[in-house]
Each structure stands twice: as C-alpha cells, then as structure tokens.
C-alpha cells in the first residue's frame, strides 16, 4: 500500500475509508497466500489427500499425512479466510461505499470468481484431478488475485480512467494501455506454465536454456515445455520493455517506479529459479517458489496497470466524476 501512495498528490481515494482499504490489503494478502499454497498442493503432489469433498476421508480434519495436510490447509485457509474475506469485502462496498461503482463491479466479481473456484475445486477433486480442471482452477485462482490487486489499488488511490489521458498517473502517451497489455501476457505465462504442469511436461526438458540440446524438440511433452520458455522470451521481451517505460525517471510518479522496480526484479528471479528449477533436478521446494514467483509477478502487473490508469491529481477525479465508471 505503501509503494501506491509514494509521492503522491492525493494521500488516499477520497471518501474511501482507511479501514475499508486496510480489508482489501489483507483480503489480497489471503488471496496470494492461497494461490500459492495451491501452488504447494500441486507440486508436492498432495491433490488427492483428501480424496472427498468437503470433508477429508469423511471427517473434519484430516489424518496425519502430509498429503492430506497440505490438502486440508489449502481448503482451510479458502473456506475460513479466503471467502468470508472476500464476501465481507463485498458487502461492506455494498453498504458503505454504494456510491463508487469502481468498487462494487470488482468486489461483486471477486465474489463470484471465489464461489467459481470453490465449486471447480470440489469438482476437480471428486473428478480425481483432471487436467483441465486442474488448469481452470489455478486460472479462476490467478484471476481472483489480479481482482483482488485491483480493488485494493483502487481503493488506495482511485477510480481508474479509461478516457482519460493527462490525467493518469501512467500520463497521456500509451503507457497505461501497455502496462494492461503487460499484465494479461504475464498472466498468458502463468497459463502456459500451467499447461506444462498439468499435461506432465515439467520433466521433459533436463536442460536450460535448451531442451534436451534442442532448440526446437520434436518429442510432444518436450515441444509443450519449450513453448512456455518460448511464450516467456517473446512475451517476456515486451513486459520488460513495458517496464522500462514505467522506470523512466521524470516521466512517471514515484509510485509507479517503484512498482515497475519491484515486478521487474521478481519478473528476473522468477526467471532465474525457473532455470534453477531444471538445473537442480526439479527440487520440489524450487518449484514451488518457482509459481510463487510467478504469482508474485502477476500481482505486480496487475497491480501497475491499476496504478497507471487512475488520477492522478485533482483534476482526474474531476474527469473520473463525469465518466461511466466514477467515483
């Protein structure tokens, strides 16, 4: 919250109460921590160490294998934190702040994307983990993330304007439509390096940058993990560059260059671990930090797109108040 509100001409969005962002701050906290722990789930393997829905091998709490409990802390943090979290976001929007339809679209979204992904997870389960349940719930879980990114920025500093261009933070010139632009072809990364989990890929290149001393595998599981490093480069190349506009000293507010910092220096360690990841013989404890990384990069995305299209002095909310979406 700190970094969105750095050398800024407005401390906080007007009339947004400092204990209504202090919930949304902790609400994407609780997101990230389960997408990540779900990330822990699937590379230690542990999908079915509850083999039942809702329950755990028909009781409340489950028994004393790691599997299980891995499992169970996952569905525990979702059921206990996670969802009330996001429906208590939801209703206090609804009834405290009516007024901002900026934050009642995304918080009312956040609340379907939270009952989506607990019923595709129950599902996935009781389905015995199909690949692409798997895949669709670790999508409706990273879509939950940037949701839950963007309330809590908007929260912070604003409606965002989409027609507006003086009056962004991400100023006039076409910065805010790339740092969106940026922020969906991380997120394409992240479903491309879930595909490669879910289809059994993550074992077929045992080498880096190559795969296998191939530039371009023949052999299918092959083909599918090079194509997530290929995605990475080409889409990779452009986040970077994106970034580089957002580091522009002089042309972009202290906020916006300390967020575009901070998803550049986990965008490289994201790379750097993936690499690690091979080089090591797949280390489950890498892996892991590997999609939290990941995850990591997208909040931050998400996060710099928000930032760049909301006011960014009094005159934006002047031009928020007369746009469709408005404060």
């Known amino acids: ?31 990230f921590a389960l997408v990540v722990l779900g990330g822990v789930v699937r590379v230690t393997g542990s999908g079915l160490g509850c083999p039942d829905w809702p329950l755990c091998y028909g009781g409340i709490l489950p028994p004393l294998q790691t599997e299980a409990i891995v499992e169970f802390s996952h569905r525990l943090l979702a059921s206990a934190l996670v969802g009330p979290l996001v429906l208590a976001l939801c209703v206090a929007a609804w009834i405290f702040h009516r007024d901002k339809g900026w934050l009642l679209v995304p918080t009312t979204l956040a609340v379907v994307l939270t009952l989506g992904q ?10 015995e983990l199909p690949a692409g ?4 719930h670790l999508a409706l879980g990273e879509a939950l993330l940037g949701c839950m990114v963007f309330i809590l920025i908007t ?33 394409g990364i ?39 490093r290929m995605a990475t480069v080409v889409l990779g190349l452009f986040v970077m560059y994106v970034l580089h506009l957002g580091l ?12 575009s910092m901070a998803a550049t220096a986990l965008f490289l360690a994201q790379v750097i671990v993936g690499a690690l990841t091979i080089w ?15 995850t990591a990069v997208w909040a931050a995305m998400a996060g710099l ?3 760049s299209l909301a006011p960014r002095d009094q005159a934006g909310w002047d031009q928020a108040g007369s746009e469709t979406v408005h404060a």
């Open 118 to 127: 607990a019923i595709l997870g129950g599902a996935t389960v009781l389905n």
């Open 280 to 294: 090591l013989k797949f280390p489950e404890e890498i892996r892991a930090l590997h999609l939290a990384l990941g």
């Open 305 to 307: 797109a928000a930032l």
């Open 155 to 187: 929260a912070c500093v604003g409606p965002p304007l989409f027609g507006s261009t003086a009056v962004r933070r991400g100023g006039s010139g076409a910065f805010p439509k790339l740092a969106v632009a940026s922020a969906l072809a991380v997120y």
């Open 1 to 31: 919250m700190a970094i969105a509100q750095a050398s800024s001409p407005m401390p906080q969005a007007r009339g947004v109460s400092t204990w209504y962002r202090n919930l949304a701050l902790l609400t994407a906290l609780s997101v």
């Open 248 to 259: 522009r000293r002089g042309r972009q507010p202290m906020d916006v260059r300390l967020l």
């Open 190 to 228: 992240l479903l491309t390096g879930s595909y490669v989990a879910v289809s059994n890929a993550t074992w077929a290149c045992t080498d880096w940058p190559l795969c296998n001393g191939n530039l371009f595998p023949t052999e299918k599981l092959a083909a599918i993990h090079m194509a997530h």
């Open 133 to 136: 349940a798997v895949a669709a």
